[in-house]
């Protein structure tokens, strides 16, 4: 199911809750506890540099400067980088848009690029810009909330997806380790095996 920003909002108002009047309090948890990496995701190039941030730490152990990676940011439609990671080079593209999805992929499939890593997100802008934001008549709203997501992320004293305290007690205590049997089987999808219910 999927509940858009829109459709919450128009929610919201039909039941009269201004949030604005509402009083602060935690989060639930599990889920209530975020990185900054994670906030970035809404953004095209969000997903890479945050996969990129955790990439680095795996491999020299040490965290990177958090933003090291912001050269997949922007929005150009296909951005294509090589970061070396300590003699490791990770070629990653980012696409947004599925008319620049379809390039990137007729790129990889001529030989043009050779990627190890690909982000594509289906709307301009990524999420940010997508059909159930809020909508403002003749205003194109993807790069501003894309660079508020990218403030939030400065602001975060957790800034890394690894370094998440409910995502490592969920390994430690239940699902082993990333990739292990348990984990594949609960937070993978298999696409092809969906019933569509119409």
């Keep these: ?9 128009r929610l919201l108002r039909s039941k009269l809750i201004n949030p604005a009047m509402l009083e602060e309090e935690e989060f639930d ?15 095209t190039g969000g997903v890479m540099e945050a996969a990129l941030r955790t990439a680095y730490y795996k491999l020299v152990g040490t965290n990177p400067e958090p933003d090291l990676f912001q050269d997949v940011r922007g929005l150009e439609g296909i951005k294509i980088v090589t970061v ?3 003699g490791t080079k990770v070629n990653a593209a980012v696409a947004h848009g599925l008319s620049q999805a ?12 050779d990627l190890d890593f690909v982000e ?3 709307c301009p802008g990524g999420c940010v810009g997508g059909g159930g934001q809020p909508v403002t008549p003749g205003q194109e709203l993807a790069a501003s909330r ?12 957790l800034r890394f997806s690894h370094e998440n305290p409910s995502v490592i007690v ?3 205590e239940y699902l082993g380790e990333p990739l292990s049997h348990r984990a ?14 119409q």
């Design 84 to 86: 070396d990671i300590q």
């Design 146 to 157: 894309g660079e508020m997501l990218y403030r939030l992320d400065a602001n975060n004293p």
């Design 120 to 122: 594509i997100m289906a």
């Design 170 to 172: 969920l390994y430690d």
């Design 1 to 9: 199911m999927v509940l858009t920003t829109r459709e919450f909002d």
């Design 102 to 113: 379809r390039k990137l992929i007729e790129m990889q499939k001529t030989g043009e690029v």
């Design 184 to 197: 594949h089987e609960l937070l993978h999808t298999d696409h092809m095996s969906w019933e569509v219910i």
């Design 29 to 43: 948890s599990p889920l209530g506890t975020g990185t900054g990496a994670a906030v970035i995701f809404g953004a």
